[in-house]
C-alpha cells in the first residue's frame, strides 16, 4: 500500500433537508485497503459510498482520489470518479437485457471496447463469479444472489481501482447470502483493490477487512483493526451495537 492516501475524506458535510446525514466527517484510506463501515441506521453509511460516487453533492467539506478534490466538475475529477465501481442493495441490472448485455453495456459505451474485447472481458468476469453458464438469461430468471453477483461482475468489467459496495446482502434471502460474500472474500483475497464495505454482516466485516470504521451520528466514532473493534472496542457506544447485533 502507498503511504499517500488514496482517498481523502475532508470535514465532509451532507444534510437532506433539516437531516443532517454527515457532519464533519473525516477518514483517510489508503491504496489498497479495505474498509468495512459499520454502524446503526442513518449513521451515514451509505450516504458515504454515494457521495464518493458522485450519485449525490455534498454541501461542505472535501473529497479527494488521488489528490484530485472532487467538490468542482473537471476533467480530472470525471477521471477519477471512472476509477470507481459501486454494486448496490438491490442489483439495479437493466431487466430487458440479457446477463452479457448488463455487463458488457458500459465497457463499450463508456470505455469504448469492442464488442468482442468486451464479451471476452464480461465471460472471464461471468466464470469468476459462476455464472458462465447464464450468458444469456434475463435478470428475472435469475435468483436474487445470481443477479447481485451479475452487479459485481458488471462493476469489475470497467476494472475499478476502488469498489464500493452497499449493504449487497441485505436484500438476499439467507440461504443465498454466502454465495455473494464468497464472490466479495475472494476480490478481497486477491484484487488488490481499494474495497469500502458497508454490511451488517459482522463475521464477513471482522474477516474481509483491514480495518474497522465504526459511524455514528454521521461521524466516525471509532476505528481500528478488526480484532481490536470487535473484541475490545473503546468506544461505549460500538459496543452496546456490536452485543445488539450479536444477540439478534
Do not use: C
Not at 468495512?36 to 455534498?58: E, H, N, Q, Y
Not at 464477513?204 to 471509532?222: L, Y
Request: glycine fraction near 8%; charge should be positive.
Amino acid at each position: 500500500m502507498s503511504t499517500e492516501p488514496l482517498i481523502r475524506f475532508r470535514g465532509l458535510r451532507k444534510a437532506f433537508g433539516a437531516n443532517v446525514v454527515l457532519e464533519d466527517f473525516n477518514m483517510d484510506i489508503a491504496d489498497g485497503e479495505r474498509i468495512a463501515l459499520i454502524g446503526p441506521s442513518g449513521s451515514g453509511k451509505t450516504t458515504v459510498l454515494r457521495l464518493l460516487m458522485g450519485l449525490d453533492t455534498f454541501d461542505g467539506g472535501e473529497i479527494e482520489v488521488g489528490g484530485v478534490p472532487l467538490s468542482r466538475p473537471s476533467e480530472q475529477a470525471k477521471l477519477a470518479r471512472r476509477q470507481i465501481g459501486m454494486v448496490f442493495q438491490h442489483f439495479n441490472l437493466f431487466p430487458h437485457m440479457t446477463v452479457m448485455a448488463n455487463v458488457t453495456e458500459a465497457p463499450r459505451r463508456v470505455l469504448g471496447l469492442s464488442n468482442a474485447e468486451a464479451q471476452a472481458r464480461a465471460t472471464g468476469l461471468l466464470r469468476m463469479v459462476g455464472l458462465e453458464a447464464k450468458l444469456n438469461a434475463l435478470p428475472r430468471q435469475l435468483s436474487g444472489g445470481q443477479q447481485q453477483r451479475v452487479a459485481i461482475a458488471r462493476a469489475l468489467a470497467m476494472r475499478p481501482r476502488i469498489m464500493l459496495f452497499d449493504e449487497v446482502t441485505s436484500a438476499l434471502d439467507p440461504e443465498l447470502v454466502g454465495e455473494v460474500l464468497r464472490v466479495v472474500r475472494q476480490l478481497a483475497r486477491e484484487s488488490g483493490m481499494t474495497m469500502l464495505i458497508v454490511t451488517h454482516e459482522m463475521s464477513f466485516a471482522r474477516d474481509v477487512s483491514d480495518r474497522v470504521v465504526f459511524m455514528e451520528r454521521g461521524r466516525v466514532a471509532e476505528q481500528g483493526p478488526p480484532d481490536m473493534i470487535f473484541r475490545n472496542p473503546s468506544n461505549e457506544r460500538t459496543r452496546a451495537f456490536l452485543q445488539a447485533i450479536l444477540e439478534r
